[in-house]
């Protein structure tokens, strides 16, 4: 169900992503290292890539 939203221009971070398995994608905030790191995870599947633009 795809559901444009009128306000999707504005300046935001809420964009969504959706992997191809069609689960949302959802930004995760992970310790690697010692370094924080922001990944993006399919909440279906739970494939990680580093951006969300990624699971196209
Ligand atoms: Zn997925």
Do not use: H, L
Request: proline fraction near 2%; charge should be positive; glycine fraction near 8%.
């Amino acid at each position: 169900m795809a559901q444009i939203s009128k306000n999707a221009r504005t300046a935001s971070a809420t964009q969504r992503f959706f992997c191809s398995c069609g689960g949302e994608v959802k930004m995760k905030t992970i310790f690697s290292g010692g370094k924080i790191r922001n990944v993006a995870e399919c909440e279906k599947c739970k494939r990680q890539e580093r951006r969300p633009r990624d699971f196209k």
